[in-house]
C-alpha cells in the first residue's frame, strides 16, 4: 500500500459514517477473554504505582494477546478505532485496571496533562459552571468540537454515563481527504502546510479570564506523508486559539479551510454517531481519526456522576510519521508519569 499526494485513498481508513453504521462495528468480548483480561488485572500490583514497573509480557495470556494485536492492526491500518464491549463496570476499580492492561497492551502510555498523569479521569470539575480558557476539555461538562489529542491514540473505558448528553462522534480523517480532494481542492495547500496550536497551562478556573498558555509556532499539517504512508491531525479549536492569542489571524483561506473541513466533518453521512456504555473501551487513532463530544448534564447523585478513565498511547510497533506528527507522540510535559487516584 502506498499514499500519493494528490490521490484518493481508496482502502478501509476512508470510512464513512452512515456506511459503517449499517455493520456491527464494536468488538463483543468472549467469556473467555474477559476472564483472561480479569485474571491478569487481578495480578497487578495493589497499589497503582507498582502498575508502572510491571512488564506486561510476564502477565500476558494467548487469549489477550490475540485480542490486542487484532486491535492495534485495526488502529495502525484498518478503521483507525476500535470499541470494546462487554467489561461489567459496576467493579469501577476493577475496570481501572483491565483498561491498563488492555491500553498497554496495545501502546506505550504517554502523559495527558501537566500533572504527568497517564491513567486519568474524565469527569466535569465545575459542575458546569463557566470555565477558564486553559481549563482541559474532558475536565468539563462542555461540548468538545471535532479534534485530536496527543500520542499516537486516545483511551477512554466508561465507568458512569450522564443521563442526558454525552454522546461521541468520529470521523475519518482520510474520508474528508477524499472529500476535499473531489470537491474543495483549493484548501489542500493550507491543509497541508497546517496551523501553529495553542498550548494550556491548566490553570484556568471558573473565575479566570486571562490566556495563560503559549502558541506553539511549528505548524501541524493537518494532512502529511511520510514513506510512502498519509497520516492526519487536527484541533480545530486549538488552532483558533493560537490565532486568536498570537494576534496572527488567519488569512481568508485558511479560516475557509478551517470551515469548510468542520462542515464536512459534521455531515451525518461522514460521522459515526454512538454514546460509550458503562464499561465499554474505545480507542482511537489520532493520526487517522477526529472525535468530538456533546455536552452532557450530570446525574445529581454524586456516585452517579459521569467518570471515564482516560489513556493516551503510543502503538506498540508504530510505522514512522512525518517529523510534526511524530512531535505529539511525546504527549505532555509533566513532573513524571503517574496514575490518576480511582
Known sequence: MTDIAGQPIVDTRAWRGAELAESDWTTHLSALEISALHDMADALPADDKGWLETDRRQIMTPAVNKLLETAREELAMGKGFVLLRGLDASDAERLRRVF???????????????????????????????????????????????????????????????????????????????EILTHNPQYLDSLMQGFPLYSRKEKGDRESTKKLGSVQQTRIPVFAWHDGAMSTWLNIQLAELAAEVSGQSFSETERDALACIETIANDPSMQLTFKQEPGDVIFINNLAVMHRRDKYHDAADEAKKRMLYRMWINLHGARSVTREHAALRRGIRGPGPTIAAA
Open 100 to 178: 491498563w492492561i488492555i491500553g498497554n497492551g496495545i501502546g506505550e502510555p504517554v502523559m495527558q496533562n501537566a500533572r504527568g498523569e497517564v491513567l486519568s479521569i474524565v469527569a466535569d470539575r465545575f459542575a458546569g459552571a463557566e470555565r477558564g480558557v486553559d481549563t482541559r476539555g474532558y475536565e468539563s461538562n462542555d461540548e468538545l468540537r471535532f479534534h485530536c489529542d496527543g500520542g499516537d491514540c486516545i483511551g477512554m473505558s466508561c465507568v458512569h454515563q450522564a443521563p442526558e448528553g454525552g454522546g461521541n462522534g468520529l470521523v475519518s480523517l482520510f474520508a474528508l481527504y477524499n
